[in-house]
């Protein structure tokens, strides 16, 4: 059924900006005319495509974003085994572990100095390798992407970066549309949010102006982003302005309330341009 709305005027990415696109991504045969972002989620959530299943598996977004030229995070071990990783563990003084599988900071440890900062409990090398063991039968929020539940369990072991911040940028036909700059030792999904940006680095709420890497992250967004409909691209940032990308996500929760009417009409203006070819 053909659903017409106005949309609200706002600033949009050209059709002539868009390139080929990924068939894993391709929705032309469920899109109508002023589909809504809130619909397009659903439907992106419900798709049964093997080839997204590398886009949410933190172990395979490492491999996509090399293949890009992109840096990750120093990695001490990835691996879908249960493989013992206390001995390792104790020749880290701080270190990032993380379920491949899992969202929402689920199974997350971030461990500095021997205490583990979301906690600031002490935890030994035997009980983070515990809690991963016990992780890896864990399986993702009921709510999650269909690709998300496919992810083999897994682990991850990385680098502590510290006093890092975190910039989330959504694309919409490779092209950022709206970003966020974060901050604090955690980084899960209650770190707070000093501001949010378009493209061009615009504040559209928070209290700071874009930060100077801004440009450097959108185009490594960008890059990471080529011929997909929709992407969230999410890096780690050092002190030293260096970028890491730390996750992928093709069904963002994100709330990007006030820049839904420019992401609803890039997402319309690029399926409407895939229909006219």
């Known amino acids: 059924m053909l659903i017409k709305y106005l949309l609200p005027l706002c600033t949009f990415i050209s059709v002539t900006l868009f390139g080929d696109l990924k068939?894993?991504?391709?929705?032309?045969?469920?899109?109508?005319?002023?589909?809504?972002?809130?619909?397009?989620?659903?439907?992106?959530?419900?798709?049964?495509?093997?080839?997204?299943?590398?886009?949410?598996?933190k172990i395979q977004q490492q491999r996509l974003a090399k293949e890009v030229g992109l840096e990750v995070p120093k990695t001490f071990i990835a691996t879908h085994e249960m493989t013992p990783i206390a001995e390792l563990l104790k020749n880290l003084p701080s270190y990032v572990a993380k379920m491949t599988h899992l969202s929402y900071s689920e199974g997350l440890i971030i461990v500095k100095d021997g205490i583990n900062i979301?906690?600031?409990?002490?935890?030994?090398?035997?009980?983070v390798e515990q809690r991963i063991f016990a992780s890896l039968s864990s399986t993702p929020r009921q709510v999650e992407s269909w690709a998300l539940h496919q992810v083999e369990p897994?682990?991850?072991?990385?680098?502590?970066?510290?006093?890092?911040?975190?910039?989330?940028?959504?694309?919409?036909?490779?092209?950022?549309?709206?970003?966020?700059?974060?901050?604090?030792?955690?980084?899960?999904?209650?770190?707070?949010?000093?501001?949010?940006?378009?493209?061009?680095?615009?504040?559209?709420?928070?209290?700071?102006?874009?930060?100077?890497?801004?440009?450097k992250a959108i185009e490594a967004a960008e890059r990471m982003a080529k011929d997909t409909d929709a992407l969230r691209v999410d890096f780690l940032v050092k002190e030293n302005n260096e970028l890491l990308l730390n996750e992928l996500e093709i069904w963002p929760e994100s709330n990007w309330t006030s820049m839904i009417p420019a992401i609803e009409t890039a997402l319309n203006d690029g399926y409407r341009a895939l229909w006219s070819k």
């Open 23 to 57: 068939e894993e991504f391709n929705i032309k045969g469920y899109w109508y005319e002023g589909m809504s972002w809130k619909h397009f989620l659903k439907i992106r959530n419900a798709l049964q495509r093997d080839a997204l299943v590398p886009y949410v598996d």
């Open 118 to 127: 979301i906690t600031g409990e002490p935890i030994t090398p035997e009980e």
């Open 154 to 215: 897994g682990f991850l072991v990385q680098e502590y970066i510290p006093n890092r911040m975190e910039v989330k940028i959504q694309t919409i036909w490779g092209k950022a549309v709206i970003g966020e700059w974060r901050g604090g030792e955690s980084y899960t999904a209650t770190t707070r949010i000093w501001g949010r940006y378009d493209r061009a680095g615009n504040k559209v709420d928070g209290k700071w102006e874009a930060p100077e890497w801004w440009p």
